[in-house]
């Protein structure tokens, strides 16, 4: 998870770094050839520009407690943007960042996409308890997820059907008969 500070055009110009050569430094990453060196000056540029921080596999517990922690002022995270949020506070109590000097975390996903994460992290007995503590848990797509979660589709038969020269309407009709039957 990296946490930065816009760096504007201006700047990249002023450290001499343009698209051209930003692009360039991209296709070298792409191809796996050696390293890019960065110039030594718009090293310098990202570092006054960037504060880069990191959540490891082995922090899941705080994680948790930072889901639980909004949850309970209410607003329930889902588990990447909790990584998200619990770097920038880290950030914040690490680089001594003022008070006043805003952190933007976007979240990605809505936390019912988690929901056994989300009763893991909150405490909760099921699934379903979890979705049922979200503020908009009747909502159609809320509900489509979890049952998505809790029934998934049945991918790896579809795909091991459709072949090229088959009729795949048909193929993915009889899916859908099946899926349908399954929830009456």
């Known amino acids: 998870t990296t946490t930065t500070t816009t760096t504007t055009a201006e700047e990249c110009a002023a450290g001499g770094v343009d698209g051209a050569t930003i692009a360039r430094w991209m296709a070298q990453l792409q191809r796996g050839a050696e390293p890019v060196q960065l110039p030594a000056h718009f090293v310098q540029l ?17 994680v948790y407690a930072t889901m639980r922690c909004f949850h309970d002022r209410g607003y329930t995270l889902d588990p990447h943007t909790s990584v998200g949020v619990r ?7 690490r680089h001594t960042l003022p008070p006043d000097q805003p952190i933007v975390c976007m979240g990605c996903a809505h936390p019912s996409k988690f929901a056994a994460v989300l009763a893991q992290a909150l405490g909760l007995a ?7 503590a979200l503020p908009n848990a009747e909502h159609k797509w809320v509900r489509r997820g979890v ?4 029934h998934p589709l049945p991918s790896a038969s579809i795909t091991a059907h459709l072949q090229q020269g088959q009729d795949w309407l048909a193929i993915l009709r009889t899916v859908v008969q099946d899926i349908s039957q ?3």
């Open 46 to 62: 990202l570092q006054d520009a960037c504060v880069v921080t990191s959540v490891r596999d082995h922090e899941a517990d705080g």
């Open 87 to 93: 770097a920038a506070l880290r950030t914040r109590a």
């Open 126 to 132: 099921s699934v379903e308890e979890a979705v049922a």
């Open 147 to 150: 049952e998505l979660q809790t």
């Open 182 to 184: 399954r929830r009456q």
